[in-house]
């Protein structure tokens, strides 16, 4: 599972990989790309805007 994880988590500055193990088989669930289900409140504004200054994504990601 940690290598599934690794394979779909290449190139992302931050993601949360769900895997689950099921009768012996690794199932599929979801990614998340933001902590705390994207609900956390930042304050002040300037907070959130300094956070979207940090971060830099990749233009397009090689998935081979």
């Known amino acids: 599972m940690l290598e599934i994880a690794r394979k779909?988590?290449?190139g992302l500055p931050f993601v949360r990989v769900d895997l689950y193990l099921v009768k012996g088989r690794i199932i599929f669930g979801e990614l998340t790309f933001y902590?705390?289900?994207g609900i956390?409140?930042?304050t002040?504004?300037?907070w959130?805007?300094?956070y979207g200054e940090w971060l830099h994504l990749p233009e397009a990601l090689d998935l081979k």
Do not use: H, T
Request: net charge positive.
């Open 40 to 42: 956390i409140k930042i």
């Open 44 to 46: 002040p504004q300037r």
């Open 8 to 10: 779909l988590s290449v």
């Open 35 to 37: 902590p705390n289900n």
């Open 48 to 50: 959130l805007d300094q």
